[in-house]
């Protein structure tokens, strides 16, 4: 009997779909549903003998240990499993089922425990298997996307990841009731019994893929054809009728508030330097580019180089010296003909952050919290090739997400955004890899392929033109926001609004978008928008006096922001049209 819902994956693709793919959805719910009975099959063979072997070991560990909340902890974890390992081994399947799939049925559990306290601390063996298997979790992500294809759903392979199964682990023990006192030794005995199995777990996991992908295939000529159907129908040209003409909205309306026009929002002009917004350049790979070079000596000079162990300033020693032909300073032995490789690697490495860092729209002023992750990633990127060819690598994940809530933080200027940006950059640090595990990685490195390098650059732009909209678009939410509440209540006579949503609007995106929120460009814009609006509102005693100085200002901040001369003569025509208007009465 399967141990996995089905009813919700086919919910949920309904919906993707629509009514009119019903026949796609016949032959692309058996592929899913197929791909989560592998998953199960593949998980239980490890999971069961693990649930099995649990309550010995730990009671084995109780019986050594000295500690005697230790002892209390095993004991009572361990007659706990005894007692129930089917239940526990349900829960795992359940929690692995729905970090993959997504299924509907608990996202709602999903969502409840994902709060911003939901943070877990992998263990050194854990991170070590994050990395060893990425390429396997890499691969098996490349082979999904067919059947992400064909169902229309979200499927992350990343639920299968170490970290995603130990994370399902520690939720069954927090669901049963066995809290963080009991997840030390469960996850030890996790590292011990589990973490050995998952060579053999993704293996198999490859494997049935193959008969999958082929319904998948299925599923996707039929989508094919269901859309071309579909396009030809839409492209019959309709009956001919008048369509009635909308009534025109009423002064002050909501429907007169509308956000800044797109095209009316100017984005920073993009640096020279070769960011993702410039023309890229020929790629260097050869060559260790300047600011990771710093970044290496720096190291080298920060740790003094030890006779006995192998530590970082050893290893940022000898990446340096790889740009020539003479021996490295630890005496590790890399032939000349083999250097290539990892200095590809450290040059795509130091390209990466620099392209991510250069973004006009991520804080220069976050700059040494963002060169916190470089060696690190310079690290990862010597052991482990997936990170440039595989778009669901952890590391390369966090870099964007890094990017995009440090982008956000600027517009924000919340003390939350900044939080989360502190924290990602936190995380980054758990991928500081041992040096010895770096050289050994380093001497058995294989190069990149050039069509693998153009599609990660390639990949990094669409993130970074992402990340450009996603602030372009808070910005606006932001100034609209403000407009609203500055006008809220208040009769506000019509060339108000029109020079609100036409000029002053996307002044104020553009100068938050350049400047920030905590900046004085964006406090004195809205500043000069209260006074328009009480001047209009309650005139003061010489009110020719008080629109004179308004009115000087407000055209000095549009010639600032680069309007050109006849778009200034119309702001300042509203503005003449406001100030002649008749004072409006306050609606009761």
Not at 56 to 61: H, T
Not at 111 to 133: G, I, K
Not at 163 to 179: E, F, I, K, P, Q
Request: include cysteine.
């Amino acid at each position: 009997m399967s141990r996995m819902p089905d009813s919700d994956a086919t919910r949920l693709s309904a919906a993707a779909v629509g009514p009119a793919s019903s026949e796609v959805l016949k032959m692309g719910t058996p592929a899913i549903n197929a791909l989560r009975r592998s998953v199960s099959v593949a998980l239980t063979s490890v999971f069961k003998p693990f649930f099995a072997q649990l309550p010995e070991a730990l009671r084995r560990r109780a019986s050594v240990t000295v500690l005697v909340a230790e002892q209390r902890n095993c004991t009572a974890l361990a007659r706990a499993v005894a007692s129930d390992p089917s239940r526990w081994l349900d829960e795992v399947l359940v929690r692995v089922d729905i970090s993959l799939t997504g299924s509907a049925e608990s996202a709602k559990l999903a969502t409840s425990r994902a709060t911003a306290n939901d943070v877990m601390v992998l263990t050194p063996p854990q991170l070590r298997a994050e990395t060893q298997f990425a390429a396997l979790i890499g691969e098996f992500d490349t082979q999904l996307d067919l059947i992400r294809r064909s169902v229309r759903f979200p499927i992350h392979a990343g639920a299968l990841a170490p970290a995603s199964l130990c994370r399902a682990l520690r939720d069954t023990a927090v669901a049963l009731n066995y809290g963080s006192a009991h997840l030390r030794v469960l996850f030890d005995q996790f590292d011990t019994l589990v973490l050995p199995q998952l060579p053999s777990l993704y293996e198999k996991l490859l494997g049935s893929l193959t008969d999958i992908a082929s319904r998948a295939a299925e599923a996707e000529a039929m989508l094919a054809h269901e859309q071309a159907r579909s396009e030809a129908i839409r492209r019959q040209p309709p009956a001919e009728s008048p369509a009635p003409k909308p009534a025109p909205p009423a002064a002050g309306s909501a429907a007169t508030r509308e956000a800044p026009a797109p095209e009316a929002v100017p984005a920073p002009a993009p640096p020279a330097d070769g960011s993702p917004a410039a023309t890229p350049a020929r790629r260097k790979t050869d060559t260790i580019d300047d600011k990771t070079a710093s970044m290496l000596a720096s190291v080298r000079e920060r740790v003094p180089v030890s006779n006995d162990t192998y530590n970082d300033g050893s290893l940022a020693g000898d990446l340096l010296a790889l740009q020539g032909d003479t021996p490295l300073p630890s005496g590790t032995e890399v032939p000349v003909d083999k250097r290539k490789a990892p200095l590809q690697r450290i040059a795509l490495a130091g390209q990466f952050l620099n392209e991510a860092i250069e973004d006009p729209f991520v804080p220069e002023e976050l700059g040494p919290q963002h060169e916190s992750v470089r060696f690190p990633l310079v690290k990862s990127a010597l052991t482990d090739a997936t990170l440039f060819t595989a778009v669901t690598h952890p590391l390369r994940s966090l870099v964007n997400e890094l990017m995009l809530k440090s982008a956000t933080s600027r517009i924000t200027g919340t003390a939350e955004a900044r939080h989360m940006a502190a924290v990602l950059q936190q995380v980054l640090v758990q991928f500081d890899l041992a040096p010895d595990f770096v050289r050994e990685a380093m001497l058995n490195a294989e190069p990149i392929s050039d069509k693998q390098i153009n599609s990660f650059f390639s990949s990094q732009k669409q993130h970074a033109e992402k990340r450009r909209e996603t602030v372009i678009n808070e910005a606006k939410r932001l100034v609209v926001r403000e407009l609203e509440l500055r006008t809220f209540g208040r009769a506000v006579p019509q060339p108000v609004i029109r020079f609100f949503n036409t000029f002053w609007g996307p002044l104020l995106v553009k100068g938050l978008l350049q400047y920030g929120a905590d900046h004085d460009h964006w406090r004195n814009g809205l500043d000069l928008m209260e006074r328009l609006l009480d001047l209009i509102e309650t005139p003061p005693d010489d009110p020719q006096a008080a629109w004179r100085e308004l009115i000087s200002k407000m055209s000095t901040a549009l010639a600032g922001a680069k309007l050109d001369a006849t778009r200034i003569k119309s702001a300042l025509s509203l503005l003449e049209a406001a100030r002649k208007a008749p004072r409006p009465r306050q609606t009761l």
